[in-house]
């Protein structure tokens, strides 16, 4: 079974510009949630997609925006990149089911946004 | 809101035995993971504990005190390829889904 992939595994942008980062969970997970790590920061939660809806969401700005796909295959969008956007943003798929389950998350090899 | 405490760095010897701690604050708490990260890598999953006491899996455990608010990752055994972070992880319960928050990962280094 492939696991989760993320494309492009680097990206240079300036600030101003807007970035699309894609996430293709493990076949069969219907859940999709996204993570934004940058050194001292551990792994914070920006948003968690599930049969294409969005069903959670972090404290993070509006210029940061999600969508999954009916495949759900998932993909999350920077616009007005700032400087303080560069990070290592990981997605993370799972089953997504069950209230007291033990769920594991699946994680992807992120993709590492460098804004100049 | 949430919070957690983790220790940001330890350093242990090769073969030697170490805790992790793991101190949580949080509502509609349903249980604590444990990931760990190499330089460069994903987060990979090591263990959970949804109710007290302790998990085993291999040379690896995970203690939960649902009362305390508090869990530990141990490792024993250790080898130079434990030489990671370790994050641990509430499931919690908001806007009515569960949601997974991490803390700030501990850096282990195991030196020989």
């Known amino acids: 079974k492939a696991g989760v992939t993320q494309t492009p595994r680097y990206l240079i942008k300036t600030r101003g510009q807007q970035v699309t980062l894609s996430c293709s969970p493990i076949?069969?997970?219907?859940?999709v949630s996204w993570y934004q790590q940058t050194p001292g920061q551990g792994l914070q939660f920006l948003f968690e997609y599930f049969s294409e809806t969005q069903r959670n969401k972090g404290n993070f700005p509006g210029r940061f925006s999600g969508r999954q796909f009916s495949n759900s295959r998932s993909e999350m969008n920077v616009s007005t990149l700032e400087l303080g956007d560069s990070a290592l943003y990981l997605c993370a798929s799972s089953t997504g089911q069950g209230q007291r389950t033990n769920e594991k998350l699946f994680f992807g090899s992120g993709t590492q946004l460098s804004v100049l | 809101g949430q919070s957690l405490e983790q220790p940001s760095e330890v350093t242990a010897v090769e073969g030697a035995i170490v805790q992790i701690n793991c101190t949580y604050q949080t509502s509609g708490f349903y249980g604590l993971s444990w990931y760990q990260q190499h330089d460069g890598g994903a987060p990979t999953f090591l263990s959970y504990n949804g109710l007290d006491g302790l998990e085993e899996t291999g040379r690896f455990s995970s203690f939960l005190s649902r009362s305390d608010s508090y869990g530990y990752l141990l490792l024993q055994e250790l080898q130079m390829k434990d030489s990671a972070s370790y994050f641990c992880a509430v499931r919690d319960f908001r806007g009515g889904y569960q949601k997974v928050t991490f803390g700030i990962g501990t850096k282990l280094q195991v030196i020989p």
């Open positions: 076949s069969g997970h219907r859940s």
